[in-house]
């Protein structure tokens, strides 16, 4: 016997077919014996559908009431999820994040959990009722609904995982796995049967959408085991786990690739103590957030350029605080280039292994792409390149790291 | 100053822009120096989106999920109109039945108030803030979402009305008061400026669907004064209120009609005593409710024929009862007929002035129009006829009893 937490995302629930079809899930783990507590999303295009009611009811947005009428989604399939699994002849019923309670702080829209109460769900696991939460919610200290953030239902199974300590956090959602690498972009992508949360992580913050990450990060921190499978078919999907568990490792797990970032080259800078500082200190008190830098080695000992990188969304506002501050900061030019992609071969075996990154440059030179920025995590080699050679990038080093599929 | 309860309805909160309307009704008072309390239904089509989910969830219905599912379209809404008072300045928050709490019985879609905890919320009211308040539901004993049955929003203003000690509670709907008569079959009909509980319990029950009759039955014990009115124009509506409270009473106030019923006679029923309650035991078993009744005089003696109405959806339930015991019952035979429609003058003026029925009775064998069943009550008589009299007999009456619009 084994509790498993099984959540569904917004496609998985988006008719009462599919939620059929998600229950039945939930019917196979129960009737094998296991305590099943299923998360469920709103279903797909009604968190949108509210999210502009929201907009339109006028521009001052009192985030309480916003999550006063966005959590609604998740209460709704909460009870139809519960319904359902009656009339299949199990026991269920849906709980509320303030029924529960699932305490978070006072943060709307981007809550965090503070605390989940277990003891009634353990009861009623224990009696053999399928525990169905609706996602993505909590309650704050002023006993008001509050909300977890975009996908924060993920946030939710993970969380719940945890503080129920279960064997295993199935998410279920509208991919099969954790790829090598996008397989639109490179068919010859391979399905992982397993990856490393660090990895996950890495995978996550550099724009494979699979899973929100917060959620990973809760579940290396509470080691709690996490699958990413598909709802529509029956393949094993992808577990994501410790390091530990993983027996063979391969040096490199997956390429990932943003077209999301902009570069920024500041021309003739002053090269002295301090100057780093002064630039990067105001943007990020305009809560823009700089990811890759290299300062060049100044030619002549007195002034230098300096690149680094910023969302592609910030570039204009990060552009005008430093163009404010032109004359403080004295460089000569400020050069913004958004025809850039970021390339990372990502895998927690190059911590062992030399050699990973010259190979991804010799790889690259071979087939005419400049390397325009470089940094480095001890998992990760990430490179910007000219946006139109991302695709070959990405193909070219795919099967350079040996991850085509047979 | 004054403390009032609007209620709004479906049809008034239908979109953004009827959601506006109704918070410039709210900031209206407001900006008078009133106290408001805003109760909200869902947005109209909402809810029955939300019964259809459910009923297609199978066919077993847990009622507690039922509440669960049904009970976010007022939860939308509430949120919605707190938003958009903000946005015009208001200061303003939702209430969810659960935060109040509105504490119900555990009768989960048909549960009824026990108690309102109004200390906050009359504190919020002090403070010059609008509550806004979901209605339609509570929160049970076992701290599960309950509803009050359809239109139960009507019943959550009332009720918030009676706790708060509110000095009226408009009730904001898509007509614009109460009528003399229908004005679709009767187009001289007239809008009443007043009329008393009691008169309004008797119009609601025959089917003016103006109010729900419990909302009528608790305004009416804890004295609340009601406002039915229009939410799209500025006419004054219809108040209802305490009989004493109308100084100048019509001997009539309305005239009703239903073709909600269906007659059944039950021809050579043995005249001896306890039949009828052999008869209608167990019709009353079988949870179905009869109205009219009317026992002929004994021809020889020893049989007699019954005549009673029921409502027509149940007219194939109580034929199968019966039929079921006729050997029991030893009548001869079982006649029934849908093809009735019930007329009722009400007014509580009859109770000081004799010849109300009789002037019914001449109005009606003036126009031909035969009488198959009376009854009365202190404040109303009513006729069964034959459906296809019915928009004849209501003109006729009409102007019989001087309601016609000048």
């Not at 008719?15 to 059929?20: A, K, Q, W």
């Not at 391979?190 to 890495?202: H, N, P």
């Not at 080691?223 to 393949?235: A, H, K, P, Y």
């Not at 390339?343 to 087939?367: K, Y």
Request: net charge negative.
């Amino acid at each position: 016997m084994a509790r498993i937490v099984q959540k569904f995302g917004g496609t998985s629930v988006v008719d009462m077919e599919h939620i059929r079809n998600a229950a039945l899930r939930a019917k196979a783990e129960h009737d094998s014996g296991n305590e099943v507590v299923v998360v469920v999303s709103a279903m797909s295009g009604v968190t949108n559908r509210l999210v502009d009611y929201v907009t339109s009811a006028g521009e001052l947005c009192d985030d309480s009431e916003y999550d006063t009428v966005v959590s609604s989604g998740e209460q709704i399939t909460s009870g139809l999820m519960a319904l359902t699994l009656q009339g299949m002849g199990i026991p269920a019923r849906s709980w509320l994040s303030w029924q529960i309670p699932i305490e978070t702080d006072a943060a709307h829209g981007k809550a965090r959990i503070r605390r989940i109460v277990v003891d009634e769900l353990e009861k009623r696991l224990g009696d053999g009722e399928v525990v169905v939460v609706a996602g993505f919610q909590g309650v704050s200290p002023e006993n008001r609904i509050t909300t977890l953030g975009r996908g924060g239902s993920d946030t939710s199974a993970v969380a719940l995982a945890a503080a129920l300590r279960a064997e295993r956090c199935d998410i279920y959602t509208d991919v099969d796995g954790v790829y090598t690498c996008d397989p639109r972009v490179v068919a010859s992508a391979r399905k992982l049967d397993k990856i490393t949360y660090e990895e996950m992580l890495e995978m996550a913050s550099l724009g494979s959408k699979v899973l929100q990450t917060r959620s990973v990060e809760m579940a290396m921190n509470h080691n709690v085991c996490l699958q990413v499978r598909s709802s529509f078919d029956e393949s094993p999907g992808t577990l994501i786990i410790d390091e530990d568990t993983i027996v063979e490792k391969e040096v490199i797990s997956g390429i990932a690739y943003s077209r999301d970032e902009a570069k920024i080259t500041l021309v003739k800078v002053p090269d002295r103590p301090g100057v780093a500082a002064s630039i990067f200190g105001p943007l990020a008190d305009a809560n823009i957030n700089v990811d890759m830098i290299v300062q060049n080695v100044s030619d002549d000992g007195t002034s230098t350029d300096l690149t680094f990188t910023v969302a592609r969304d910030d570039l204009d506002r990060a552009k005008a605080v430093l163009e404010e501050r032109q004359g403080k900061l004295a460089y000569a030019q400020l050069v913004p280039d958004s025809n850039v992609a970021k390339i990372s071969v990502i895998g927690v075996g190059m911590r062992s292994r030399v050699g990973v990154a010259q190979q991804m440059f010799c790889t690259l030179a071979e087939n005419g792409i400049n390397i325009q920025v470089i940094s480095t995590s001890e998992i990760k080699v990430s490179v910007l390149i000219e946006e139109k050679f991302t695709e070959q990038a990405l193909r070219s080093l795919h099967t350079a790291y040996d991850l085509d599929a047979p």
